[in-house]
Protein backbone atom coordinates (compact mmCIF):
# COMPACT_ATOMS: atom_id res chain seq x y z
CA UNK A 1 0.00 0.00 0.00
CA UNK A 2 1.18 3.52 -0.72
CA UNK A 3 2.14 5.39 2.36
CA UNK A 4 4.39 7.63 4.76
CA UNK A 5 6.60 6.62 6.93
CA UNK A 6 8.65 8.76 9.07
CA UNK A 7 11.15 7.15 11.42
CA UNK A 8 10.83 7.93 14.85
CA UNK A 9 7.79 8.35 16.67
CA UNK A 10 9.16 9.94 19.81
CA UNK A 11 12.41 11.67 20.20
CA UNK A 12 14.43 13.82 23.17
CA UNK A 13 16.96 15.87 22.89
CA UNK A 14 18.67 18.76 24.94
CA UNK A 15 18.36 22.85 23.77
CA UNK A 16 21.24 23.44 21.25
CA UNK A 17 20.87 19.93 20.03
CA UNK A 18 20.88 19.02 15.78
CA UNK A 19 17.22 17.17 14.73
CA UNK A 20 16.86 15.21 11.70
CA UNK A 21 13.73 13.76 11.66
CA UNK A 22 13.33 11.37 8.54
CA UNK A 23 10.32 10.67 5.81
CA UNK A 24 10.01 8.54 3.05
CA UNK A 25 7.05 8.00 1.09
CA UNK A 26 6.36 4.86 -1.35
CA UNK A 27 4.26 7.34 -4.31
CA UNK A 28 5.65 6.53 -7.72
CA UNK A 29 5.42 9.66 -9.99
CA UNK A 30 5.48 13.54 -8.96
CA UNK A 31 4.70 14.71 -5.28
CA UNK A 32 3.89 17.71 -3.01
CA UNK A 33 5.86 17.21 0.02
CA UNK A 34 4.96 19.09 3.02
CA UNK A 35 6.08 19.24 6.95
CA UNK A 36 3.19 20.27 9.66
CA UNK A 37 4.13 20.82 12.84
CA UNK A 38 1.80 21.03 15.85
CA UNK A 39 2.95 22.69 18.90
CA UNK A 40 0.70 22.02 22.27
CA UNK A 41 -2.92 22.78 22.11
CA UNK A 42 -2.54 24.03 18.89
CA UNK A 43 -3.17 23.50 15.81
CA UNK A 44 -1.52 22.41 12.51
CA UNK A 45 0.76 25.09 10.97
CA UNK A 46 3.02 24.36 8.15
CA UNK A 47 6.68 24.29 8.52
CA UNK A 48 7.86 23.97 4.99
CA UNK A 49 6.68 22.52 1.62
CA UNK A 50 8.60 21.57 -2.12
CA UNK A 51 6.86 21.25 -5.30
CA UNK A 52 9.44 21.70 -7.72
CA UNK A 53 13.09 23.47 -7.63
CA UNK A 54 15.51 23.70 -5.26
CA UNK A 55 15.67 20.55 -3.08
CA UNK A 56 16.80 22.07 -0.16
CA UNK A 57 13.77 23.94 1.34
CA UNK A 58 13.93 26.15 4.16
CA UNK A 59 10.95 26.85 6.27
CA UNK A 60 10.25 28.70 9.22
CA UNK A 61 11.91 28.80 12.95
CA UNK A 62 15.30 28.12 11.14
CA UNK A 63 13.91 24.51 9.60
CA UNK A 64 14.81 23.05 6.40
CA UNK A 65 14.54 19.58 4.36
CA UNK A 66 15.73 18.27 1.27
CA UNK A 67 14.06 16.14 -0.93
CA UNK A 68 15.92 13.33 -2.21
CA UNK A 69 13.94 12.09 -5.71
CA UNK A 70 16.45 8.86 -5.70
CA UNK A 71 15.31 7.75 -1.90
CA UNK A 72 12.05 9.22 -1.64
CA UNK A 73 12.57 11.42 1.13
CA UNK A 74 12.11 14.36 2.70
CA UNK A 75 13.97 14.44 5.73
CA UNK A 76 13.46 17.36 8.24
CA UNK A 77 16.48 19.16 10.07
CA UNK A 78 17.34 21.71 12.53
CA UNK A 79 20.90 22.64 13.43
CA UNK A 80 20.55 23.75 16.65
CA UNK A 81 16.85 23.32 18.37
CA UNK A 82 15.29 25.35 21.26
CA UNK A 83 13.06 24.20 24.20
CA UNK A 84 9.87 25.70 21.95
CA UNK A 85 10.54 23.03 19.46
CA UNK A 86 8.75 20.91 21.42
CA UNK A 87 6.05 19.56 19.30
CA UNK A 88 4.48 17.31 17.10
CA UNK A 89 5.56 16.67 13.54
CA UNK A 90 3.96 15.63 10.40
CA UNK A 91 5.17 14.29 7.44
CA UNK A 92 2.75 14.70 4.32
CA UNK A 93 2.63 14.21 0.35
CA UNK A 94 0.02 14.85 -2.50
CA UNK A 95 0.62 12.56 -5.11
CA UNK A 96 -0.04 14.56 -8.24
CA UNK A 97 -1.68 12.06 -9.87
CA UNK A 98 -5.03 10.00 -8.96
CA UNK A 99 -4.89 11.68 -5.19
CA UNK A 100 -5.70 15.03 -5.76
CA UNK A 101 -5.88 16.85 -2.84
CA UNK A 102 -5.32 14.26 -0.77
CA UNK A 103 -2.74 15.14 2.11
CA UNK A 104 -1.21 11.63 3.20
CA UNK A 105 0.09 11.99 6.25
CA UNK A 106 3.02 10.08 8.64
CA UNK A 107 2.35 9.01 11.61
CA UNK A 108 3.92 11.64 12.91
CA UNK A 109 7.20 12.24 15.42
CA UNK A 110 6.81 13.46 19.18
CA UNK A 111 9.91 16.07 19.98
CA UNK A 112 10.53 17.10 23.19
CA UNK A 113 13.44 19.23 24.05
CA UNK A 114 14.92 19.37 27.56
CA UNK A 115 16.17 23.08 28.76
CA UNK B 1 -11.09 36.12 8.53
CA UNK B 2 -7.70 35.57 8.83
CA UNK B 3 -7.44 31.31 8.83
CA UNK B 4 -9.81 29.01 8.63
CA UNK B 5 -12.30 28.62 11.72
CA UNK B 6 -14.21 25.75 12.86
CA UNK B 7 -16.99 25.28 15.56
CA UNK B 8 -17.78 24.60 18.16
CA UNK B 9 -14.14 23.72 19.46
CA UNK B 10 -15.52 20.87 22.06
CA UNK B 11 -18.63 18.79 21.31
CA UNK B 12 -19.81 15.86 23.76
CA UNK B 13 -22.35 13.75 22.61
CA UNK B 14 -24.52 10.23 23.74
CA UNK B 15 -24.08 7.26 21.27
CA UNK B 16 -26.54 7.31 19.08
CA UNK B 17 -27.49 11.64 18.51
CA UNK B 18 -26.39 13.17 15.67
CA UNK B 19 -23.96 15.67 15.30
CA UNK B 20 -22.87 18.67 12.82
CA UNK B 21 -19.79 20.49 13.06
CA UNK B 22 -18.96 23.56 10.84
CA UNK B 23 -16.36 25.00 8.77
CA UNK B 24 -15.60 28.25 7.64
CA UNK B 25 -12.27 28.66 5.18
CA UNK B 26 -10.07 31.12 4.19
CA UNK B 27 -11.93 33.48 2.08
CA UNK B 28 -10.87 32.49 -1.47
CA UNK B 29 -10.03 29.27 -1.13
CA UNK B 30 -11.65 27.18 -3.96
CA UNK B 31 -10.63 23.39 -1.52
CA UNK B 32 -11.91 22.70 1.30
CA UNK B 33 -11.04 19.65 2.86
CA UNK B 34 -12.44 17.52 6.12
CA UNK B 35 -9.61 15.08 8.61
CA UNK B 36 -9.98 13.37 11.43
CA UNK B 37 -7.34 13.60 14.12
CA UNK B 38 -7.24 10.20 16.25
CA UNK B 39 -5.01 8.30 18.64
CA UNK B 40 -5.11 5.26 17.08
CA UNK B 41 -5.65 6.07 13.60
CA UNK B 42 -3.08 9.45 13.52
CA UNK B 43 -4.54 11.96 10.45
CA UNK B 44 -6.65 10.84 7.94
CA UNK B 45 -8.31 11.94 4.98
CA UNK B 46 -12.30 12.23 4.82
CA UNK B 47 -13.72 14.59 2.55
CA UNK B 48 -12.74 17.38 -0.13
CA UNK B 49 -14.77 19.58 -2.36
CA UNK B 50 -12.61 21.08 -4.78
CA UNK B 51 -15.05 24.20 -6.31
CA UNK B 52 -18.26 23.08 -8.15
CA UNK B 53 -17.28 19.39 -8.64
CA UNK B 54 -18.42 16.61 -7.53
CA UNK B 55 -16.98 15.82 -3.74
CA UNK B 56 -14.24 13.11 -3.30
CA UNK B 57 -15.65 11.07 -0.50
CA UNK B 58 -13.63 8.24 -0.46
CA UNK B 59 -12.35 8.87 2.69
CA UNK B 60 -15.50 8.93 4.62
CA UNK B 61 -15.43 5.79 7.34
CA UNK B 62 -19.30 5.01 7.17
CA UNK B 63 -22.71 6.34 5.67
CA UNK B 64 -23.49 7.94 8.77
CA UNK B 65 -21.24 10.57 7.85
CA UNK B 66 -21.90 13.38 5.17
CA UNK B 67 -20.46 16.43 4.51
CA UNK B 68 -21.96 19.22 2.31
CA UNK B 69 -20.76 22.69 1.29
CA UNK B 70 -22.69 25.80 0.41
CA UNK B 71 -22.36 28.25 -1.56
CA UNK B 72 -18.58 27.16 -2.35
CA UNK B 73 -17.90 28.49 1.47
CA UNK B 74 -19.20 26.69 4.74
CA UNK B 75 -18.98 23.33 4.95
CA UNK B 76 -20.66 20.72 7.56
CA UNK B 77 -19.93 17.83 8.90
CA UNK B 78 -22.77 15.64 9.55
CA UNK B 79 -22.35 12.39 11.75
CA UNK B 80 -25.46 10.19 12.03
CA UNK B 81 -26.21 7.80 15.09
CA UNK B 82 -22.55 8.37 16.74
CA UNK B 83 -20.73 5.79 18.31
CA UNK B 84 -17.59 5.67 20.54
CA UNK B 85 -15.06 4.93 17.77
CA UNK B 86 -16.16 8.44 16.39
CA UNK B 87 -14.46 10.33 18.97
CA UNK B 88 -11.72 12.59 17.48
CA UNK B 89 -10.68 15.63 16.49
CA UNK B 90 -12.02 16.44 13.50
CA UNK B 91 -10.09 18.86 11.12
CA UNK B 92 -10.78 21.51 8.29
CA UNK B 93 -8.20 23.07 6.05
CA UNK B 94 -8.50 24.98 2.70
CA UNK B 95 -6.64 25.76 0.08
CA UNK B 96 -6.41 28.00 -3.36
CA UNK B 97 -6.28 24.90 -5.34
CA UNK B 98 -5.99 20.81 -4.78
CA UNK B 99 -2.07 20.78 -5.01
CA UNK B 100 -1.42 23.91 -2.92
CA UNK B 101 -1.04 24.41 0.87
CA UNK B 102 -3.60 23.41 3.30
CA UNK B 103 -4.06 25.75 5.97
CA UNK B 104 -5.80 23.89 9.09
CA UNK B 105 -8.01 25.14 11.84
CA UNK B 106 -7.98 24.41 14.99
CA UNK B 107 -10.18 21.60 14.77
CA UNK B 108 -13.34 20.52 16.81
CA UNK B 109 -12.72 17.55 19.63
CA UNK B 110 -15.63 15.13 19.41
CA UNK B 111 -16.46 13.37 22.50
CA UNK B 112 -19.34 10.25 22.51
CA UNK B 113 -20.39 8.98 25.53
Given at each position: ????????????LS?????E?????????????????????????????????????????????????????????????????????F????????????????????????? | ?????????N??????????????????H??LY????SL???????????????????G???????AE??????????I???????????L??????V???????????????
Open positions: AQSVSQHNHHVIEAASLLGCNYSYGGTVNLFWYVQYPGQHLQLLLKYFSGDPLVKGIKGFEAEFIKSKFSFNLRKPSVQWSDTAEYCAVIPRGGSWGKLQFGAGTQVVVTP | GAGVSQSPSKVTEKGKDVELRCDPISGTAWYRQGQGLEFLIYFQGNSAPDKSLPSDRFSRTGGSVSTLTQRTQQEDSAVYCASSRSLDTQYFGPGTRLTVL
